[in-house]
């Protein structure tokens, strides 16, 4: 009508918003009309089906490519069939993550607009890099992320990639299809000769035997993860195998378009690092790449004393700096038996290694202090630089070359110019980079360790890890407790993160990159099973590094500095595993032998009062046992000396016989001592649990909340190590409020003992069930803050009074008044008791707590 005759119709305004939504509407169907659109892009979810009309979960398309001939043909051997990069057809390209992440730079770029585009460290997401892209006239196919093996030394660690094949797999197969996205994921993998090796070049001939078994597990994991991925599942996702080729039409494909054609240059870099400054005259040996110092043979023998100079140097650095300060980390050291360091004191310390840091936080007297660093310091000087360099331009083997490279850090900087090959420029940062990624590759994680700790290298996980702990209220603190330990309570970026490390670790490389690596394991673990990070609201890396090394100093019968080191020389595989055992409240103890993919397991050992007196009852029979096997001796010999002469078959025959019996008899002295000390250290595993329950700040489920509600029972408070949680903190704080959960670890945290620390948690765990237990309003002192101690201490002694009166192993120390080594005056069978039970330490808390707050 108005169209026929204008102006006839009424004219009502509906007003912009109402015009807008129609343009808007107009355009995107106008788009649609003209296929600049799918429907899928405006609907992702698929809300325009119906329930009955959604498509079944669709597969996660995969395709194995080969860097080389002999990678394809090995493969080939375990019936696994792919092809090499270079026989892709020339319209399809392969290319790194990191190639996108400069392509992905122009997106938003605008000089007019002083815009710089899209930041290049920023991470390149997994699902960007599961489909096809439109690039001139190439269909694109970048590899993930997680492949790049400039990101951190954990990718050469082939456990942990199959790790991350299979979980990143699963993510891509979930998040694919909850969102419907037109097309099937396409995810490219590459398999290069290193992570097939299983002959990695090892120097050191006490662990060449040790690491060709891990480099047969390592490459028995790629082949079994890649026959997952044939088979058509793993991880819990639907995959299938093929060529690029094959995939092409059901892949899902987008358009990278730009006005000029600059982004194909980068086809040619195929992802290359930057030119190297080193020369390359002669390779690597083993085809190893990117070798540039001179290959020749070992300089140990021809330069004995300097080498011997040179090493010393280099070892004091090559161990975790412990903080002697802190009387929990002491205890941590010294988790080993004491039996063994009473019987054996001095042998110990001689057989110890001479390892011992330059920079070194253990106070000593003075004396030696400073003859120490004399010694160093004329050590350092008395090496002449130019046979340092002659000794690294001979040698042939990569720990000589690391050592003789870290010492020449240590004695002129980073930024001195070794002219190596009469070649300037040849700085030795350049050189710890190449001994940085020479050791990646041949995979000695001491080194690798270490060269990253000096250089200051981040790894690329570490942000999105700390983020993953504090969005579950998480908080973390890093460098040792006491000395220069620092909260991270918000997240960081990686400058910021950077600074942290830096400050924490400045004068210990090793724990710069070690403290990283368990920061990723830790947010990695928190997002698979959280329930291992219940009532855990500070993760102290320090205290874990101490655990660590203390569980390896029992399983390897180590000393402190030993085991530091060995704990430096672990995969990161190995490390995540064992974090993981003990965050699961599991022991951690040795294999069952060579060749199994771990070179640690777990082992369930129940304990407890139970089994305390049962192993009791079964050290008394054995004890009869030898007394009546030494009579009977003693009168066998009696009847031997009166027939010596009888003949000499008979004497042969009777030797033989009663050998095994003096043996076993005559054992008693020393080797029954020992077979002692073994059962003694059995008992040790529940003072094990909560030393580690301890260092890891453990407590019940609802502990803080149930401790609000205990506060609150005693008006003028409760005292926890002569520090007071007053009443006024439930008026200031709700019961379930982080604040008062922080306040309350805080004041246990001053604990040194981390065992005592957990009788404590146990107590106030109990406190706070008083009615219950009385079934009547406790009785409660007037006047001052109730001291949780006291419990503690009455439940110790109606424990050692209880098994004094059964005679259990107790009568050895302290129920016969001798006393033992255990921590703030508490028998140490009691902390090795269990929690529950009919003798377990909770029936000893209730009968202490019950004498003391029952009503009168």
């Not at 429907?39 to 089906?49: N, Q, T, Y």
């Amino acid at each position: 009508m108005e169209r026929q005759k204008h102006g006839s119709q009424d004219r009502v305004p509906g007003g912009t918003i109402p015009f807008l939504w129609a343009q808007s509407l107009y355009v995107l169907c106008c788009l649609l009309h003209d296929r600049y659109l799918t429907p899928a892009e405006l609907d992702p979810l698929s809300r325009r089906l119906l329930a009955t009309e959604k498509r079944p979960p669709c597969e996660v398309q995969v395709v194995i490519l080969a860097e080389g001939r002999n990678v394809k043909e090995e493969l080939l051997r375990n019936e696994i069939e792919v092809q090499m990069i270079s026989e892709l057809e020339s319209k399809y390209a392969v290319l790194p993550a990191s190639v996108f992440a400069k392509i992905l730079q122009r997106v938003g770029q605008s000089t007019k607009l002083n815009l710089s585009g899209r930041p290049a460290d920023r991470d390149v997401q997994l699902l960007s890099t599961s489909r096809l892209y439109h690039v001139g006239n190439k269909l694109v196919a970048f590899t993930p992320q997680f492949m790049d093996v400039r990101r951190s030394h954990l990718v050469y660690d082939i456990r942990v990639l199959m790790d991350e094949w299979s979980s990143e797999l699963y993510y891509i197969y979930n998040s694919w299809n909850s969102v419907s996205i037109s097309g099937r994921p396409l995810v490219v993998l590459v398999i290069s000769d290193n992570m097939l090796q299983t002959d990695a070049v090892v120097e050191d001939t006490s662990r060449s035997f040790i690491t060709d078994i891990t480099q047969k597990s390592q490459k028995s994991a790629v082949l079994g993860a890649l026959k997952k991925i044939k088979n058509g599942y793993i991880g819990g996702a639907r995959v299938v195998m093929g060529n690029i080729s094959d995939f092409s039409s059901t892949t899902s494909v987008s358009k990278l378009e730009f006005q000029d054609g600059s982004v194909e240059q980068l086809f040619t870099t195929n992802g290359e690092a930057q030119p190297r400054s080193l020369p390359r005259e002669t390779p690597y040996e083993s085809g190893t790449p990117r070798g540039t110092l001179r290959r020749s043979d070992s300089v140990r023998g021809r330069w004995f004393k300097q080498f011997n100079t040179v090493q010393a140097a280099s070892m004091r650095h090559r161990s975790i700096v412990l903080d002697s300060n802190d009387a929990d980390l002491l205890k941590l050291r010294l988790a080993n038996a004491t039996v063994k360091k009473i019987m054996e004191p001095t042998v110990e310390e001689e057989e110890a290694p001479q390892h011992t840091h330059l920079l070194s936080s253990y106070h000593t007297d003075s004396i030696g202090e400073n003859s120490k660093e004399r010694l160093q310091h004329s050590q350092l000087e008395e090496m002449e630089v130019a046979d340092l360099i002659t000794m690294l331009a001979e040698t042939t083997l990569l720990d000589e070359q690391a050592s003789i490279i870290h010492f020449l850090w240590l004695k002129l900087g980073p930024n001195f110019d070794t002219k190596l090959a009469n070649i300037g420029g040849v700085t030795v940062r350049i050189l710890i980079e190449e001994v940085y990624i020479k050791a990646c590759e041949s995979r000695d994680w001491s080194w690798a360790r270490l060269t990253a700790g000096l250089l200051k290298k981040q790894l690329d996980e570490l942000e999105k890890a700390v983020t993953h702990l504090l969005v579950r209220q998480k908080q973390i603190t890093v460098g040792m407790p006491s000395k220069n330990e620092e909260a991270i309570t918000i997240p960081k970026n990686k400058e910021e993160l950077l600074q942290i490390f830096t400050r924490c670790y400045s004068e210990d490389p090793n724990s710069f990159i070690l403290a990283q690596e368990l920061i990723v394991s830790l947010g990695s673990l928190v997002r698979t099973d959280p329930r291992l990070f219940v009532e855990m609201f500070r993760l102290r890396i320090g205290l874990i590094i101490q655990v660590l090394a203390s569980e390896l100093a029992r399983l390897r019968n180590l000393n402190a500095e030993a085991a530091s080191q060995h704990l430096l020389s672990v995969s990161p595989f190995e490390l995540k595993s064992m974090l993981l055992s003990l965050l699961s409240g599991r022991l951690l103890e040795e294999s069952a032998g060579p060749g199994t993919e771990n070179e640690f397991g777990v082992k369930g050992l129940r304990t407890g009062i139970g089994s305390f007196r049962k192993q009791i009852e079964e050290r008394k029979s054995m004890r009869e046992r030898a007394k009546s096997m030494r009579a009977r001796l003693r009168s066998s010999e009696n009847l031997v000396g009166k027939k010596m002469a009888s003949s000499s078959a008979s004497k042969l025959s009777f030797a033989s016989l009663t050998a095994p019996t003096v043996a076993n008899a005559e054992e008693s002295p020393s080797d029954s001592e020992d077979s002692l000390a073994g059962e003694e250290f059995q008992f040790g595993i529940w003072l094990r649990h909560r030393r580690i329950d301890g260092a890891l700040n453990r407590v019940p489920s609802n502990f803080y909340a149930n401790l609000w509600d205990t506060v609150r029972m005693f008006p003028h408070g409760i005292s926890i190590d002569g520090i007071v949680l007053s009443y006024g903190l439930t008026q200031e704080m709700t019961r379930n409020e982080i604040k008062f959960a922080l306040q309350v670890e805080q004041v246990l945290n001053q604990i040194a003992e981390p065992e005592y620390r957990e009788l404590i948690v146990e107590v106030l765990t109990l406190l706070g069930k008083l009615r219950l237990l009385l079934m009547a309003d406790p009785q409660i002192p007037d006047g001052r803050p109730f001291e949780v101690e006291y419990v503690l201490q009455h439940a110790n002694r109606v424990f050692v009074e209880h098994n004094a009166e059964m005679g259990t192993i107790v009568l050895e120390c302290c129920g016969s008044g001798i006393g033992c080594d255990g921590a703030r005056g508490i028998c140490r069978h009691f902390y090795d008791t269990a929690p529950a039970g009919e003798f377990g330490t909770v029936h000893y808390v209730i009968r202490a707590a019950m004498d003391i707050f029952a009503p009168s």
